[in-house]
């Protein structure tokens, strides 16, 4: 009678022992080991540093031959690797990262002058405005502020939009989806300094997006080219399979900007545009079992087609943010982002220690039409898997929220 009653006990603690464990936290226990992930990160981007001793070259992802591909710190990508270093340094606490982050921030200060880019939020507020949220190291904040302005001046009121390029197939007034993500910079200059044009400009851009980008089923295009008085002259996908397909890190790229605009405004069409642009992620039908996207939803050769594991990792990222404004819908961002997360950390995606010219993540597609970085790593593929492994944890860390 004792061993029956003894076997019964451990069967009921088997069964209802991670049932009582999800109970008092509200979710299920963590799955992804982010003291891991990380710890394997400052390995790799250790041995990235010491590759890079010169702060002009920034690393951004590997030839065709397999040799490092660096960018200077004009390209749009030079924020990403000092980001990455932030991200090191908020999760580690150590502060060799703090060092080698306030470095490679200060290597790009100089861009808050560039008015001939629009993406500047990605240049400047992913490295000094991590370091700033961070340290509150108040040598940053003035050149996050004119970064800002350098930035709004790439909208001209007759438009009502930032313009992206300065031309796009005898377009002068192309906007590309990628905008969306640099809203959240101006949205932090607009608190910072009080300046209220600022964020009008954000409430301005975001409607004409999502007036103007998406088609009937949720779905983005890349490039949408207009005339004074915002009227739409054209609708491309420069990076995508086809105008009319559905390019992955576009649809990414939106998910997380209307995320954003949501959290910056509380107004509920930015939280519902985001929902429908995750529904029609996460439900298209070519979206594979692993949950890391091909380059394009539509792409012809589909399942012969590459991966593009920065679009798996942006929307990771945000569907970690999304979940939390979601209800009972949440659930299912989350468990989608935690599979995607679980799929970037594994050998299919992860590099290992010493390759991949030491970039974390392997198989992203920048620009398969022009044949521009395709299945390499990416250096925002890297930023945002941190990111995205950051919010997970933070998610596990706070009692108060629930799935």
């Known amino acids: 009678m004792r061993k029956k009653f003894s076997f019964l006990l451990l069967l009921l603690l088997l069964v209802a022992g991670p049932l009582l464990a999800q109970s008092r936290v509200g979710r299920p226990a963590p799955s992804i080991n982010v003291a891991k992930e990380f710890a394997l990160a400052a390995k790799q981007y250790d041995r990235m540093l010491r590759t890079h001793p010169d702060t002009k070259q920034f ?55 560039n008015t001939e880019t629009h993406d500047l939020g990605f240049m400047l507020y992913c490295p000094l405005g991590n370091g700033y949220r961070l340290t509150k190291n108040e040598t940053y904040r003035p050149i996050l502020l004119t970064g800002a302005q350098s930035l709004a001046t790439r909208l001209r009121p007759e438009y009502g939009v930032i313009r992206s390029w300065n031309e796009f197939k005898g377009y002068n007034y192309p906007v590309i ?50 005339e004074p008085g915002g009227k739409v002259l054209a609708r491309h996908t420069a990076q995508g399979a086809a105008d009319g397909s559905a390019w992955a890190r576009g649809q990414a790229w939106g998910l997380y900007g209307f995320t954003v605009m949501y959290r910056e405004t509380k107004d509920p069409k930015y939280l519902a545009h985001a929902r429908r642009i995750a529904n029609f992620y996460l439900k298209h039908p070519n979206l594979p079992v692993d949950k890391i996207p091909y380059w ?27 979940c939390t404004y979601s209800g009972k819908e949440g659930k299912a961002y989350y468990e989608a982002a935690v599979a995607m997360l679980t799929s970037l950390s594994s050998p299919a995606y992860r590099a290992k220690l010493g390759e991949n010219n030491h970039f974390l993540l392997k198989h992203s597609v920048g620009n398969k039409p022009a044949n521009s970085e395709v299945d390499v790593p990416l250096v925002y593929a890297d930023y945002y898997y941190l990111e995205a492994l950051l919010r997970y944890e933070a998610l596990h860390k706070q009692p108060a929220y629930r799935l």
Not at 60 to 70: F, L, T
Not at 180 to 186: D, G, I, R, S, V
Not at 212 to 221: A, E, G, L, T, V
């Open 296 to 322: 394009d939803f539509n792409a012809p050769g589909i399942p012969n087609e590459e991966r593009d594991a920065s679009a798996g990792a942006v929307a990771a990222s945000g569907l970690l943010e999304l």
């Open 59 to 113: 690393p951004q992802s590997s030839k065709p031959d397999g040799s490092i591909n660096n960018r200077d710190a004009s390209w749009w990508c030079s924020g990403f690797f000092g980001g990455s270093l932030w991200y090191l340094f908020e999760q580690t606490k150590d502060p060799k990262w703090k060092t080698a982050a306030d470095k490679w921030s200060m290597a790009v200060a100089g861009q808050q002058h």
């Open 177 to 226: 989806i990628d905008n969306m993500m640099n809203l959240e910079f101006l949205f932090w200059a607009a608190k910072a300094s009080g300046d209220k044009k600022l964020y009008n400009l954000c409430i301005s851009h975001a409607d004409s997006t999502l007036k103007n980008h998406f088609r009937s089923d949720h779905s983005s295009y890349h490039v949408v080219c207009y």
